[in-house]
């Protein structure tokens, strides 16, 4: 990412990364921000795609307030928030700009070894390599024009 905390942080390519026995794997270096540590880590996340979705601290703080406001009156939302965030994690760099996965997020995606790791603006998502290649080749949905045209590009 590379960026200062007041500019927005984007994602944006693919990545093919390795995981170590620890379940460690880089994150490339123009993704990262300055001060990987408790205040300033990534929030990990299973995604409904079968990937890991990475936000960033900024997306964090914003997520926070937004659930923070939400009342306990209404239970299927509670239950929806515990069963996505109970298998959430809070990811720092190390000095080798390297974040370790849990064991839970790795199972829930699927990956043993090597991994891809795709841009999508505003988050990062880390896939299995195999998962992502049949997810993106799905058939349907809105077109690349559609979505092109929605965003005015």
């Known amino acids: 990412m590379s960026t200062s905390r007041t500019a927005r942080p984007f994602f944006m390519g693919e990545y093919t990364r390795p995981m170590d026995d620890k379940r460690r794997l880089t994150v490339p270096s123009k993704w990262r921000f300055s001060g990987d540590d408790g205040e300033n880590a990534y929030l990990a996340l299973p995604n409904p795609n079968g990937s890991i979705t990475l936000y960033p601290p900024e997306m964090m703080e914003k997520l926070y307030e937004k659930v923070s406001q939400m009342g306990m009156a209404n239970q299927d939302?509670?239950?929806?928030?515990?069963?996505?965030?109970?298998?959430?994690?809070?990811?720092?760099?190390d000095k080798q700009g390297r974040i370790s996965l849990t064991e839970k997020l790795t199972a829930y995606a699927?990956?043993?070894?090597?991994?891809?790791?795709?841009?999508?603006?505003?988050?990062?998502?880390?896939?299995?390599?195999?998962?992502f290649e049949e997810w993106s080749n799905k058939e349907g949905g809105e077109s690349v024009e559609d979505v092109l045209n929605e965003l005015g590009i």
């Not at 239950?79 to 990811?91: A, C, H, P, Q, Y």
């Not at 070894?113 to 896939?127: A, R």
């Open 77 to 93: 939302r509670q239950r929806v928030l515990m069963n996505i965030f109970r298998k959430g994690e809070s990811l720092g760099c």
């Open 110 to 131: 699927g990956i043993s070894k090597e991994t891809i790791l795709i841009g999508n603006l505003t988050t990062f998502q880390i896939w299995n390599p195999e998962k």
